[in-house]
């Protein structure tokens, strides 16, 4: 039986954002190893890093939501705080981080445009209005009749999309990657694979690039496929999957140069497994032509040799 999350506010949502807040917790005693393909700012960190970064972000989001349902705003004004809302949790969540550590208390720059997360003001909407307040044309199903599930990846994805823009702003607030490395071990909050300071400026390298790749190639073809990844966080590790939603007015956002990445994507889809086909076809022709040749050549052979035998 598929449960559906609460469409309108009241005793219900308040159960289903606690059961959410819960869920998450109890989730956290699992492995928080990466098993995407893609680099996270976060594998920088230890396992037991993760948990205590985790467990804080819970608690300040937890803080945060109850926060904005007492100061009793609309759907809309909840929009367009969505980023003033997002920088001080995360300004939150890396002095608490941080004063775990080293029990210094200081004031950090704080820069969350490493990547939007596209479902930070749904899943706000979904946990303090319900989901009535959801465009019908957004998901793929009918607001009213909103899975719980649905509601739950977006709450992890969120909290896992918190830790990894947090552990960013961490690294930029540090002169050199050289008093970073320090630091990290110093304070034995980093992972083993990322103990050198080599493999922490081969690890930031691949993050920068892994970025410019998604700024100009795959965001353009996430938006126009409507096809978006999430990250989950499963009893293997943290896992990646899709996740649909329909924004046609991203797409017209676009500049014009990733309009063109887009536009020679989409004729390298379309021309490249045409041109793999002919390709194969011409490689079994050249093989075929080549066995026959070889057989016809041994043949020969073979007459030759015994035509001067019976000489």
């Not at 009241?10 to 492995?31: A, T």
């Not at 990894?164 to 050289?178: A, R």
């Not at 989409?266 to 002919?278: A, H, L, Q, R, S």
Request: hydrophobic share 45%; charged share 20%; with cysteine.
């Amino acid at each position: 039986m598929i449960k559906y999350w609460p469409n309108k506010q009241g005793i219900n949502l308040n159960n289903c954002v606690v059961d959410l807040f819960l869920s998450i917790e109890n989730k956290l005693i699992y492995n928080l190893c990466n098993k995407t393909n893609t680099y996270l700012y976060i594998d920088i960190l230890s396992n037991t890093s993760k948990n205590k970064l985790f467990y804080i972000i819970l608690n300040e989001f937890r803080q945060l939501i109850l926060d904005l349902i007492e100061l009793n705003l609309d759907p809309e004004d909840l929009v367009s705080l969505k980023k003033h809302t997002t920088q001080t949790l995360i300004s939150k969540v890396l002095t608490n981080f941080m004063l775990t550590i080293n029990n210094e208390k200081k004031a950090y720059l704080i820069n969350n445009k490493l990547k939007e997360n596209v479902f930070t003001d749904h899943l706000l909407i979904y946990l303090i209005f319900g989901s009535s307040n959801i465009d019908k044309n957004l998901f793929l199903f009918d607001p009213m009749y909103t899975p719980y599930k649905h509601v739950q990846i977006l709450f992890e994805n969120f909290i896992i999309y918190i830790s990894n823009i947090t552990i960013y702003n961490l690294i930029n607030n540090f002169i050199s990657s050289e008093e970073l490395s320090k630091v990290l071990n110093n304070k034995q909050i980093c992972h083993k694979s990322y103990i050198s300071y080599r493999s922490i400026i081969f690890f930031l390298n691949n993050l920068r690039w892994q970025n410019l790749l998604f700024k100009y190639i795959y965001k353009p073809k996430n938006i126009y496929n409507e096809r978006y990844k999430i990250l989950l966080i499963s009893k293997n590790g943290i896992i990646g999957k899709k996740i649909y939603i329909h924004q046609v007015g991203e797409l017209i956002k676009l500049n014009k140069l990733k309009i063109l990445i887009l536009f020679w994507l989409e004729i390298k889809d379309i021309t490249i497994p045409k041109v793999e086909k002919f390709l194969v076809q011409i490689v079994k022709y050249i093989i075929y032509i080549s066995i026959n040749l070889f057989s016809n050549i041994i043949i020969i052979i073979i007459r030759l040799i015994i035509f001067y035998l019976n000489q």
